[in-house]
């Protein structure tokens, strides 16, 4: 039985499919013979993606406010890095579109949380004198995509793990380790491997979890406490009722209240992201 399970948690056939464009801007993002010109002709082409991509960076998140025209343009203000990054978090529709809500999980405040946890990670990683911040909203935002990958493959399994840890106020995760079902952080690492997602990204959604990982890799600890932090704040729904399990005044210290209100500030900002789900 839980082999059968393991395996069906394994099926990535049965998810959604990335685009196949988005597919392949990644793919030769990754390819240092592809050139920005060539890149910027792929998403360019791509009505759906440049047209994601405008609306975000128009919006008040980068505060060009419709000074944007073309995918160049983008390229040429934000930077090759940023609209990246941008790419990478728009993917994560193709899996959202699909998934339908029900009472025990709303799709839209788990969206909520992902997208708080974004912000979260980048205000935090700025505390922190990081400069790629860009890239932490993104580890931020697709950090619990094993959740959604075990939604769409074991829904079953899914919901009768988020109702028990609702009911019982334990972490997901810690459900997960009391009843041995392969966890969201497992899932989601394998899912990136197959996605052939950027490395750093994969350790964040494998591991941010795992207390050994975060003590000893910034990007981990930053997105963990920035998981703590909306959790804290009461911003979305991560699955499990907002169960919070660190004492973030114990790590952040007297910081701790102006980096919540950074982080309300840069939420505010981030509304285009959440309204994507709008009219879904
Ligand atoms: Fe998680
Ligand atoms: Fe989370």
């Not at 074991?154 to 810690?174: N, T």
């Amino acid at each position: 039985m839980k082999d059968r399970l393991r395996e069906k948690l394994r099926d990535f056939s049965q998810i959604p499919p990335l685009p196949e464009s988005v597919n392949s801007v990644l793919v030769a993002i990754r390819d240092p013979r592809v050139s920005a010109k060539d890149i910027t002709e792929m998403i360019a082409h791509d009505v759906s993606m440049s047209s994601k991509l405008l609306k975000v960076v128009n919006s008040a998140y980068y505060g060009y406010r419709g000074k944007i025209t073309s995918v160049t343009h983008a390229i040429v203000i934000l930077g090759f890095n940023t609209v990246k990054n941008l790419i990478l978090g728009l993917s994560m529709y193709s899996l959202l579109e699909k998934l339908k809500s029900t009472p025990e999980f709303d799709v839209k405040s788990f969206w909520v949380h992902c997208v708080g946890v974004a912000c979260a990670s980048k205000v935090i990683a700025l505390e922190m004198g990081r400069k790629d911040k860009e890239e932490l909203f993104t580890y931020g935002l697709m950090h619990d995509i094993g959740k959604l990958a075990m939604l769409a493959l074991a829904p079953d399994l899914f919901l009768s793990l988020v109702r028990e840890s609702k009911q019982r106020g334990i972490p997901f995760y810690q459900i997960e380790i009391e009843r041995e079902v392969l966890p969201h952080t497992s899932i989601g690492y394998d899912l990136f491997v197959y996605w052939k997602m950027p490395e750093e990204l994969i350790e964040v959604v494998g591991y941010h979890h795992d207390q050994d990982l975060i003590a000893r890799k910034d990007n981990v600890r930053w997105v963990y406490w920035a998981d703590q932090l909306i959790r804290t704040m009461g911003i979305g729904d991560g699955g499990d009722g907002n169960v919070i399990t660190l004492d973030l005044e114990g790590v952040m210290g007297t910081e701790w209240e102006r980096i919540k209100e950074k982080v309300s500030q840069e939420l505010e900002k981030a509304q285009v992201f959440i309204e994507f789900l709008r009219g879904m």
